[in-house]
T-cell receptor, first 114, second 114 residues
Framework: NAGVTQTPKFRVLKTGQSMTLLCAQDMNHEYMYWYRQDPGMGLRLIHYSVGEGTTAKGEVPDGYNVSRLKKQNFLLGLESAAPSQTSVYFC?????????????FGAGSRLTVL | AQSVTQPDIHITVSEGASLELRCNYSYGATPYLFWYVQSPGQGLQLLLKYFSGDTLVQGIKGFEAEFKRSQSSFNLRKPSVHWSDAAEYFCAVGAVDSNYQLIWGAGTKLIIKP
């Protein structure tokens, strides 16, 4: 039972390069989220999805794009990476049943932009 | 504005001593409250949650938390800490009508002295 799987776990980019982080969940969850975690700032929501084919902006969406073409996958893209996007990225999902919004998290993806 | 405050960035406790981590929130609706734990290099794991009912909730690993509406607090406690409890702890608040988005505190890093 894998839960939430993020790939890659580590990546180093140069400024201006693009990349995609993949989040896959095998729990048939409707809701998926991408967060970034920076020291002293907790988790900040980048984008989220309430179902296949839908996405919405979170607190810090600028510089990122997302897609949810399949229910089990939620992709986070950086079109032109900037040093300010150096962070640890977490994907999470929830089934959203009966208001029980307990999130299941992936192990994180550490991104460094030089 | 909605917010979650964890006043202590770091807390150092001797092994076997009791622990209390503070969490205060500002939230207009009736909140759902959570504590998550993050071990080094790992994703976040749910410790406990409060939705309604008994204001003292029990979680995993011997942790408990008490919801005090009058103080807008949801403090986490453990009577006797173990070295394996060294981690970062996050308090979060949400509501069922918010697409299950959570507002996160900045985290408290727990250091255990032998």
């Amino acid at each position: 039972n894998a839960g939430v799987t993020q790939t890659p776990k580590f990546r180093v980019l140069k400024t201006g390069q693009s990349m995609t982080l993949l989040c896959a969940q095998d729990m048939n969850h409707e809701y998926m989220y991408w967060y970034r975690q920076d020291p002293g700032m907790g988790l900040r929501l980048i984008h989220y999805s309430v179902g296949e084919g839908t996405t919405a902006k979170g607190e810090v969406p600028d510089g990122y794009n997302v897609s949810r073409l399949k229910k089990q996958n939620f992709l986070l893209g950086l079109e032109s990476a900037a040093p300010s996007q150096t962070s640890v990225y977490f994907c999470a999902s929830t089934g959203g049943v009966s208001g029980a919004n307990v999130l299941t998290f992936g192990a994180g993806s550490r991104l460094t932009v030089l | 504005a909605q917010s979650v405050t964890q006043p202590d960035i770091h807390i150092t406790v001797s092994e076997g001593a009791s622990l209390e981590l503070r969490c205060n929130y500002s939230y207009g609706a009736t909140p759902y409250l959570f504590w998550y734990v993050q071990s080094p290099g790992q994703g976040l794991q749910l410790l406990l949650k409060y939705f309604s009912g008994d204001t003292l909730v029990q979680g995993i690993k011997g942790f408990e938390a008490e919801f005090k509406r009058s103080q807008s607090s949801f403090n986490l406690r453990k009577p006797s800490v173990h070295w394996s409890d060294a981690a970062e702890y996050f308090c979060a608040v949400g509501a069922v009508d918010s697409n299950y988005q959570l507002i996160w505190g900045a985290g408290t890093k727990l250091i255990i002295k032998p």
